[in-house]
């Protein structure tokens, strides 16, 4: 099946500093992606997705590109906040049966 | 429009117990996934559940069980409960399951 990797985690930054969360996955065919982010004590929220090649996903000034050549969609900020602090799971959805497949979570905390 | 709502939002069994878990997708939502979260093992599928058919599965013993009624919610259940079940429960509700999903703030299940 289906397979998702990304960095882990925790990851400490300064507030301001780039961002970057690496995630790469297997797919048979090309699977829609999408990065959630999972505050604390909250269920998961739809933070940005892309469903073919090239497209770019954005929202609350993170991006993620789908890279079809290196099946990678990896998250970016520039300039991170106290408040990006959270967990972010990247999540491939098979094409086969539309099931998402999340990645183990990367931590990230921001620091004043 | 209301959210995803799941109940109830903790719960504390003992071992050999049953427990039934319950989530009210959004209105109009057909799909309803369960994902179980635990800091060991990340975000793990559980069942898909469309228009009250369990359309995926994901690798569970036979004690976690599911159900969907006709106006969309979903229960599961989870028999003769151990130790390791101990977990956040997330549901997730998507209009066709094809599409982005929703999370529930899940329901936090501690084995004793």
């Known amino acids: 099946g289906d397979s998702v990797t990304q960095m882990e985690g925790p990851v400490t930054l300064s507030e301001e500093a780039c961002l970057t969360i690496?995630?790469?996955?297997?797919?048979?065919?090309?699977?829609?992606l999408f990065w959630y982010v999972q505050y604390p004590g909250e269920g998961l929220q739809l933070l940005l997705k892309?469903?073919?090649?090239?497209d770019k996903g954005s929202n609350k000034g993170f991006e993620a590109t789908y890279r079809k050549e290196t099946t990678s969609f990896h998250l970016e900020k520039g300039s991170v906040q106290v408040s990006d602090s959270a967990v972010y799971f990247c999540?491939?959805?098979?094409?086969?049966?539309?099931?998402?497949?999340f990645g183990k979570g990367t931590r990230l905390h921001i620091l004043p | 429009k209301a959210g995803v709502t799941q109940t109830p939002r903790y719960l504390i069994k003992t071992r050999g117990q049953q427990v039934t878990l319950s989530c009210s997708p959004i209105?109009?939502?057909?799909?309803v996934s369960w994902y179980q979260q635990t800091p060991g093992q990340g975000l793990q599928f559980l069942f898909e559940?469309?228009?009250?058919?369990?359309?995926n599965k994901g690798n569970f013993p036979g004690r976690f069980s599911g159900r969907q009624f006709s106006n969309s919610r979903s229960e599961m259940n989870v028999s003769t409960l151990e130790l390791g079940d101990s977990a956040l429960y997330l549901c997730?509700?998507?209009?066709?399951?094809?599409?982005?999903?929703?999370f529930g703030q899940g329901t936090r299940l501690t084995v004793v």
């Open positions: 997730a509700s998507s209009a066709t399951g094809d599409t982005e999903a929703f």
């Open positions: 690496n995630c790469t996955y297997t797919a048979t065919g090309y699977p829609s």
């Open positions: 892309a469903t073919k090649a090239d």
């Open positions: 999540a491939p959805q098979e094409v086969r049966d539309d099931k998402i497949i």
């Open positions: 209105s109009g939502h057909r799909s």
């Open positions: 559940y469309f228009s009250e058919t369990q359309r």
